[in-house]
């Protein structure tokens, strides 16, 4: 699923799924076990479930949010900045850690759960 057009939506429900966006307040959602979400635009959001999922936004005010242990994101930077919302596990137990490049996070890198944190993917 690919859209290219402001105010823009994609969305793909396969297990090895891909939805991208490229203009402002795009939106992309990937469901499946391999999911991954990108986005451009300044109210972004990308959002990616399944097992080793991504989501990335590059717009500001972006958002996004993996579902997923083992899931890697990014967001941009601007405005209010980019959030991070990712789950973990946790001595067996799914956990949520949530982020801001007002913060703690660098915009425009991908990052993972490592060590109690969010961690820079080198």
Request: proline content about 1%.
């Amino acid at each position: 699923a690919v859209t290219t057009k402001p105010v823009s939506n994609a969305l793909s429900l396969t297990s090895h799924g891909r939805a991208v966006t490229f203009e402002e307040n795009a939106h992309a959602i990937a469901l499946g076990h391999h999911s991954v979400a990108r986005t451009c635009g300044r109210g972004s959001l990308a959002i990616a479930l399944g097992t080793n999922s991504k989501a990335v936004c590059t717009g500001s005010e972006s958002i996004a949010l993996c579902l997923s242990a083992g899931c890697e994101a990014a967001v941009g930077r601007g405005g209010r900045g980019g959030i991070i919302i990712m789950v973990y596990l946790e001595d067996g137990e799914q956990k949520v850690i949530v982020e801001s490049t007002n913060s703690m996070i660098i915009a425009n890198r991908m990052y993972h759960y490592e060590d109690n944190g969010l961690s820079l993917i080198h």
